[in-house]
């Protein structure tokens, strides 16, 4: 949600990159939380020069999400049924 909340064009962001703060210049995956907010404020094209694998990550992400969702919802049918 913070990623769809921000400006994707500002030019400051939080960065919590363990590699930023001990002063490398490149990150792999520095760029991602960028590409993902271009992509949800529908620049697709900016998402994919920023990163590439911004978008398959955001499908990733989404994915997980749902996974967890059913699993949560599979364990409490479990803890109804008393099991």
């Known amino acids: ?4 909340a921000i ?12 590699l930023k703060s001990l002063g490398f210049h490149f990150c792999p995956g520095c760029g991602l939380g960028q590409s993902i907010s ?3 404020h529908g620049y697709i094209n900016e998402s994919l020069h920023c ?7 955001l499908g990733v992400i ?12 599979l364990r409490y049918k ?4 008393g099991g």
């Open 62 to 73: 989404f994915w997980r999400v749902v996974q967890l969702i059913r699993l949560s919802i």
């Open 51 to 57: 990163h590439p694998l911004g978008i398959p990550a």
């Open 78 to 81: 479990y803890i109804l049924i």
């Open 7 to 18: 400006d994707p064009h500002a030019s400051s962001h939080l960065s919590i990159c363990p």
């Open 38 to 40: 271009l992509f949800l």
């Open 1 to 4: 949600m913070y990623l769809f």
